[in-house]
């Protein structure tokens, strides 16, 4: 056989091996990067994590406190008048009025009865119309209270007739017309109405809170001005 049909046929396998040598490898090289591009291409799953729940804070403060550290209203209230009581003993006029005003904040039959007697027999104005003020604040006064009252009517000090009279005019505002004490100031308004021993100032208010008492009782009356 000629040697150039040998070199030709040495060729042309050497091509077909070639051939299927690629062929081999770019199979293999798809099916390698097959799988990768799947992994690419799907975006792995987000990871939803519920929020935790926010922890409620621990208050450090004790609002508890043993039993001998709490002091109750009528502890605090005898305290309250057994000050001012000791108050009233002091040198200090500006003092003794403010242990009154102290007592007329804790209305009792015992601070009723001191304010009635330094209604009456106190040296100092001041204190005296002070104690007239105080014993406003009670809602039933007492038989002696309203006698003495309506013995201040009388004072020398015209500071300490009108603060008694404003307190009598309350007393009747805040009592009903029947009840006992109500009749009892009218009636005594009526005979210092009368009396000569009051200042003529005084007795014109007395007949004004008089005529408003009358209104008052009578329906549909207009207060006169």
């Not at 519920?50 to 403060?61: G, I, L, N």
């Not at 039993?67 to 109750?72: A, H, K, L, Q, S």
């Not at 002070?130 to 007492?142: V, Y």
């Not at 006992?180 to 014109?204: F, M, V």
């Amino acid at each position: 056989m000629p040697i150039y049909r040998i070199l030709l046929i040495t060729l042309l396998i050497s091509s077909i091996i070639v051939a299927a040598v690629f062929y081999n490898l770019e199979t293999d090289h798809s099916e390698d990067e097959a799988p990768s591009s799947v992994t690419e291409s799907t975006p792995a799953p987000k990871s939803e994590t519920a929020p935790s729940p926010k922890t409620p804070a621990v208050s450090m403060r004790d609002d508890s406190l043993p039993p001998d550290e709490v002091m109750d209203d009528d502890q605090i209230e005898k305290e309250q008048i057994a000050e001012a009581m000791t108050q009233l003993g002091s040198s200090n006029d500006e003092e003794r009025i403010e242990a009154v005003e102290q007592l007329g904040a804790y209305p009792s039959p015992e601070t009723e009865a001191t304010l009635g007697q330094l209604l009456i027999t106190d040296a100092n104005a001041e204190v005296r119309n002070a104690a007239a003020l105080s014993l406003g604040s009670l809602d039933e006064p007492s038989d002696a209270t309203i006698a003495a009252l309506m013995s201040a009517l009388e004072d020398q000090n015209e500071d300490v007739r009108f603060s008694s009279l404003s307190t009598l005019e309350d007393f009747m505002l805040g009592l009903e017309e029947d009840a006992p004490n109500h009749q009892r100031i009218q009636d005594g308004l009526r005979l210092k109405a009368a009396s000569r021993s009051i200042p003529e100032d005084l007795k014109e208010s007395i007949n004004e809170v008089l005529k408003d008492q009358e209104n008052a009782a009578v329906p549909g009356a207009e207060p006169d001005n």
